[in-house]
């Protein structure tokens, strides 16, 4: 079970490195104003959200092997392990939103400032140390 555990974390870093390049990318893209630049964005968003979704399922794929094996009978009744699977799902419908906001700029309708990006950008962040102090600490 440790190498399942072992490559849950390999994918979600990879996950949440996407997750936090992505962002980035759409500030860059709200200010683009070439045609060209625009294009180029569409594209660098489009095989990000492929390599990012890869490492979103394989780490949600991971976890839930772990918690069928062991982690749901062992930590049912904590707390913890409750507000993290929430934060987990917190992050899901956030992937679904890049997901949306990238098809919205391939699309030419996105109406968001670069600003907006920029306050989005930060939720990963959050919800990261949200769940590395839930599994670490165990708090509750």
């Not at 936090?20 to 990318?25: D, G, I, N, T």
Request: glycine share 8%.
């Amino acid at each position: 079970m440790l190498w399942v555990k072992a490559f849950h974390i390999v994918f979600m870093v990879t996950w949440f490195a996407g997750l936090f390049y992505l962002p980035r990318l759409f500030v860059y893209h709200a200010e683009a104003r070439d045609r060209i630049g625009r294009e180029r964005f569409v594209v660098m968003e489009r095989r990000l959200l492929g390599i990012m979704t890869v490492g979103g399922a394989l780490t949600v794929a991971l976890g839930l092997w772990m918690l069928g094996a062991y982690a749901w009978e062992a930590y049912r009744g904590q707390l913890w392990l409750h507000l993290k699977l929430a934060l987990a799902a917190l992050l899901i419908l956030y992937h679904l939103q890049c997901w949306r906001l990238a098809r919205a700029f391939a699309e030419g309708r996105d109406r968001h400032s670069p600003r907006y990006y920029r306050l989005f950008n930060e939720l990963p962040a959050l919800l990261l140390v949200g769940i590395v102090v839930l599994v670490v600490v165990r708090p509750f």
